[in-house]
């Protein structure tokens, strides 16, 4: 197999907040975060994260912002950690042995140190009761974790593999230059049906993380997309979803990372107002390599 040039990561995104948020007043829900080096040695990683913004979780937005900046410094210190290890089988079940647990307990660590430093005032127990009736408050006072609640979605990419983490709802694909179009072999969560989720707030939220491995043998994937649930969800079916994929990687090749950049908000917004109204966040990771540059 003849040798694939060093790759080059471009990583670009956006978050808008959904037509029916804004007609609302609401907030967005969903944040968007992710971090590279300047040498293609570096690891690339890049989080999203869509809080549930239901009655009773007053506090998802904040959740959201807290997952997606814990994703980034948890995947790029299990790259630093294992960056020496020669045997990828190796690097494989510590990812699957410790990040779930890791993720999970780190997050809801930060919940509650920002419930210690912001607790729940009275016009936040009112307002809760107004939404979410005395059922909601009384879920809340129980684990008050449950009103940052939110879903996760991670990618990590080093010069040796791929690795894919995913919790509650959204959509990770994988496309190529022939109009392929993939998704990570995450394994399947049935209870991810219509508006239904699993959560980080949950109990056992550890075991509903989905996590895959890749070893990077021969061609990379030309462009990896991480969407939260919103894009999906403002397609008739699958295909038109897949369609926009493609069609954000046609755009990365001809207008270039930066001026897709710079047009993705505008197009994410017409999006959520001839689609679903929700908040939408779409993450985008784009191989060049140093012949191309």
């Not at 005395?134 to 080093?158: D, F, K, W």
């Not at 990379?220 to 649930?229: F, G, K, N, V």
């Not at 047009?263 to 990771?285: A, P, Q």
Request: charged share 20%; glycine share 8%.
């Amino acid at each position: 197999m003849p040798h694939e040039p060093s790759a080059i990561w471009q990583v670009s995104g956006a978050s808008v907040r959904g037509a029916s948020h804004v007609r609302q007043g609401l907030p967005n829900q969903d944040a968007i975060a992710w971090r590279s080096g300047a040498d293609v040695r570096d690891p690339l990683v890049i989080a999203l994260s869509d809080g549930h913004g239901s009655p009773r979780c007053l506090r998802s937005h904040k959740g959201a912002k807290l997952a997606a900046r814990l994703a980034l410094d948890l995947l790029e210190q299990f790259a630093a950690q294992h960056i020496d290890e020669p045997n990828l089988s190796t690097v494989k079940s510590a990812a699957e042995d410790h990040l779930p647990r890791a993720i999970v307990r780190s997050w809801q660590d930060l919940v509650q140190d920002d419930l210690a430093s912001r607790p729940f005032c009275q016009q936040d127990w009112d307002l809760l009761t107004e939404r979410a009736g005395s059922a909601g408050q009384a879920q809340v006072q129980a684990r008050p974790v449950v009103a940052y609640g939110a879903t996760l979605l991670g990618t990590l990419i080093t010069p040796r593999y791929l690795l894919f983490l995913q919790l509650g709802d959204g959509d990770i694909l994988i496309v190529d230059a022939k109009g392929n179009v993939d998704s990570p072999p995450l394994p399947h969560d049935p209870r991810l049906l219509a508006n239904q989720t699993t959560s980080l707030s949950g109990s056992k939220a550890w075991a509903d993380v989905r996590l895959h491995f890749q070893p990077l043998a021969g061609r990379s994937p030309d462009m990896i997309m991480l969407s939260t649930d919103g894009y999906a969800n403002s397609f008739a079916d699958d295909a038109g979803f897949h369609q926009a994929g493609i069609d954000l990687l046609f755009a990365v090749r001809r207008l270039g990372i930066r001026r897709v950049t710079y047009r993705l908000k505008k197009w994410l917004r017409s999006t959520s107002e001839l689609g679903s109204g929700d908040d939408i966040t779409v993450g985008l990771v784009y191989r060049s390599t140093l012949l191309d540059s």
